[in-house]
């Protein structure tokens, strides 16, 4: 049986395409034809067509290779790097309770229960 494999939404779709474009408007700025870009990544000229146009397909290794030639690696390093929903679910786990002040024990000698301390009844003699 053939597995479907990802499904995209079209918000999903979207960012896929901006990210293609912006790897063809930088090339562009460079004057790179697509296949020197491609021969320079490692990868063939229909690979390199398919990361201008956002394929779901390539893999972030292809953008890797692409974006070194375009001198451009380091965008990755942004993906995720401010996080900011993350960050708020980990600070609010962060967030310590405060305890309680530890109850102090009465300290009892081991014989106090054999000594009177003058509180008991005193015993009726007659």
């Known amino acids: 049986m053939k597995s479907k494999g990802a499904v995209y939404t079209q918000k999903k779709k979207k960012i896929l395409k901006l990210l293609g474009e912006n790897i063809r408007l930088a090339r562009l700025r460079r004057k790179f034809t697509a296949k020197s870009l491609a021969e320079r990544a490692g990868i063939s000229v229909s690979t390199m067509s398919n990361v201008e146009k956002g394929e779901p397909g390539v893999s972030i290794g292809t953008y890797l290779q692409v974006l070194s030639v375009l001198q451009l690696a380091e965008d990755l390093l942004l993906i995720a790097d401010k996080d900011p929903l993350g960050r708020q679910i980990q600070d609010s786990m962060l967030i310590m309770r405060k305890r309680a002040p530890k109850k102090k024990k009465e300290t009892?000698?081991?014989?106090?229960?054999?000594?009177?301390?003058?509180?008991?009844?005193?015993p009726d003699i007659k």
């Not at 000594?115 to 008991?120: A, N, R, T």
Request: net charge negative.
């Open 108 to 122: 009892t000698s081991p014989i106090s229960h054999v000594v009177d301390d003058g509180v008991s009844d005193k």
